[in-house]
């Protein structure tokens, strides 16, 4: 992949609450840093940002809370509804070459 590629990996029905988690099984061989990001249409980075693909180890993105005036969640790390269809992406942020890279989603569709 390219710097700024990004290639679609799960489709994601309409009426659907998703939580993602990402695992680098296998490590890039690049000797500097490689970083992917997994997202979707409206956030390329929402699951994960800048996983670093020089080492095996999973991405799990856990609830977080970022507390401000007003507090936020981070990223999608609460999950994200879809009203509308799209796929949960992975973007290269840097050229990647070798890896492997398991996205996996727990998809609960709430339209019954």
């Not at 999950?79 to 492997?100: F, Q, S």
Request: aromatic share 6%; with cysteine; net charge negative.
């Amino acid at each position: 992949m390219s710097a700024d590629d990004v290639l679609p990996v799960i489709n994601v029905p309409a009426g659907a609450y998703v939580r993602c988690a990402v695992q680098v099984v296998t490590p890039t061989v690049h000797a500097d840093a490689r970083t992917i990001d997994v997202g979707d249409g409206d956030s390329v980075e929402g699951y994960a940002n800048n996983a670093d693909m020089k080492t095996a180890g999973r991405y799990h993105v856990a609830p977080t809370l970022v507390e401000a005036a007003p507090n936020t969640i981070l990223g999608y790390s609460f999950g994200k509804y879809y009203a509308t269809a799209d796929t949960i992406d992975i973007r290269a942020v840097t050229p990647i070459v070798t890896g492997i890279v398991r996205v996996s989603a727990l998809i609960h569709d709430i339209n019954c």
